[in-house]
């Protein structure tokens, strides 16, 4: 990707969010990516259903809105990823809390490398206490990095902070699951990116969160359900051996990729 000049070009960024009745947070989320260095191209916020004002919240920050019918995180996410028009698609969930740099990294580091197909960052529990706050938020993350980067044969995504080429959206976007509310979505995208597409974790790219879908037994259950399900989904496409394998295997030397 390059400019008249020869030199690389700026790519431009769309920011998807996904939202479900929870327009208070749609709001501070909002307000935080207004304050951006670099600014998004647009910011797409897909009403999944709502029965709250989320989607009112949504236009009065100006946003793009959608309205996904379809209750689910997998569609409301693909929709919004159809819909945006960027060079790059970043994601968000509404409880995300993007510093002022959010954007400008996924500016620079796409622009750096026009090879990278995804990227994606990690997280702070910032509604834990003070003494937890930090322990729980590496346990919980490098856990999930660490066993599904096992699972995949690479790097995975995490929804609360990932961004993807658009270009390299078009390519799978006709093999995710939409119509499953029981699957994890940023894992299945993962997923149908595969071993030879390039995916990087930046340490650095860094969001705070909300730990609410972590709280009690039911909602901790149906997290590891969902990853079962989702895990099971994509295993039966091509099992975890032949996914590294795949991954280690040579490559052409046309293919300009290095592995993920």
């Keep these: 990707m390059t400019g008249v000049s020869g030199a690389p070009r700026v790519p431009t960024v769309s920011v998807v969010v996904p939202v479900r009745d929870d327009a208070a947070a749609l709001d501070h989320l909002l307000s935080l990516l207004a304050r951006q260095t670099v600014a998004p191209l647009e910011v ?30 997998p569609a409301a996410a ?16 509404a409880d995300s809390r993007p510093d002022a740099r959010w954007v ?15 990227m994606t960052g990690t997280g702070r529990f910032h509604d834990l206490p003070v003494g937890v706050r930090t322990v729980a938020s590496v346990g919980y993350l490098g856990a ?3 066993l599904t980067h096992l699972a995949l044969g690479h790097t995975t995504l995490w929804g609360s ?19 499953d509310a029981e699957v994890h979505d940023d894992l299945d995208l993962a997923f149908r990116l595969g071993p030879r597409r ?3 974790l ?6 705070g969160v909300s730990a ?12 590891m359900d969902r990853a079962w399900r989702t895990l099971r989904l994509n295993w039966e496409v091509a099992p975890p051996w032949e996914r590294w394998r795949e991954r280690w295997a040579p490559r052409p030397a046309a293919s300009g990729r290095d592995r993920s």
């Design 44 to 73: 797409v916020v897909v009403d999944n259903a709502s029965s709250d004002d989320s989607a009112a919240v949504a236009h009065r920050w100006g946003a793009v809105v959608v309205h996904e019918p379809l209750v689910g995180i």
């Design 78 to 93: 693909a929709a919004g990823y159809d819909t945006a028009k960027g060079d790059v698609i970043g994601r968000l969930d």
């Design 104 to 118: 400008q990294t996924v500016v620079e580091r796409m622009a750096a490398d026009p090879t990278l197909d995804a």
């Design 144 to 146: 999930y990095y660490v």
């Design 161 to 179: 902070c990932l961004a993807v080429r658009s270009s390299t959206w078009e390519a799978v976007r006709e093999r995710v699951v939409r119509d």
């Design 198 to 200: 390039r995916t990087r």
């Design 202 to 207: 930046v340490r650095s790219w860094r969001v």
């Design 212 to 223: 609410r879908s972590l709280r009690g037994r039911s909602q901790r259950r149906r997290r």
